[in-house]
């Protein structure tokens, strides 16, 4: 079965300093990773996107992340944090070799960046 | 450009009403997803569609019956609702003629729904 962890509720950083946010997934096969970010009462939005290739990808807003097979990660990160990415930010996996239409979510981290 | 949109946004219901959800998207796109958003949670599927005439259910389906009669419509049911359905439901679709599950997902700003 698929699963994706996204260890920490809350993440807090100061403005200016790099940020991580963290994700690891659990699939029978090879995965599509997807980060996704949901702004205080609107629908969630596509950051980025791993299918293939170059394991570290670069998405909107500055943001990137950098898929690791060995350690089934895929933490999104960000050089430098703006106030205005204060989010929450969600993984979803799904499993290449799935004959559903299924995205697995998981339940999402607080990003909170502190002027 | 609507892109998705859902109705209502707010919503509260008495146990054993009935109600609907409604999405519509202008995109074209042949899936579309109803999800639920519960705190601590995050998304989990409730039902999807890939094409007009076509549904499956997805991780937490029961207590929900949707139809999918033209690619625009994709309206999410509620028979008869309790307070355990008391959430924030989420419309997405996606073009498939992109590849296989490659393509991003379109969000509707949501459905906030209680029961009572």
């Known amino acids: 079965a698929q699963s994706v962890a996204q260890p920490e509720d809350q993440v807090n950083v100061a403005e200016g300093n790099p940020l991580t946010v963290k994700c690891t997934y659990s699939?029978?096969?090879?995965?599509?990773l997807f980060w996704y970010v949901q702004y205080p009462n609107r629908g969630l939005q596509f950051l980025l996107k791993y299918i293939t290739g170059d394991n570290l990808v670069k998405g909107s807003y500055g943001f990137e992340a950098e898929f690791n097979k060995s350690q089934t990660s895929f933490h999104l990160k960000k050089p430098s944090a703006l106030v205005s990415d204060s989010a929450l930010y969600f993984c979803?996996?799904?499993?290449?070799?799935?004959?559903?239409?299924?995205?697995?979510f998981g339940s999402g981290t607080r990003l909170l960046v502190r002027p | 450009n609507a892109g998705v949109t859902q109705t209502p946004k707010f919503q509260v219901l008495k146990t054993g009403q009935s109600m609907t959800l409604q999405c519509a998207q202008d995109?074209?796109?042949?899936?579309m997803s109803w999800y639920r958003q519960d705190p601590g949670m995050g998304l989990r599927l409730i039902h999807y569609s890939v094409g007009a005439g076509i549904t499956d259910q997805g991780e937490v389906p029961n207590g929900y019956n949707v139809s999918r009669s033209t690619t625009e419509d994709f309206p999410l049911r509620l028979l008869s609702a309790a307070p355990s359905q008391t959430s924030v439901y989420f419309c997405a679709s996606r073009s498939m003629r992109q590849g296989v599950w490659t393509g991003e997902l379109f969000f509707g700003e949501g459905s906030r729904l209680t029961v009572l």
């Open positions: 699939v029978s096969g090879n995965p599509y």
């Open positions: 995109m074209n796109h042949e899936y």
């Open positions: 979803a996996v799904r499993d290449r070799m799935d004959s559903s239409y299924k995205l697995i």
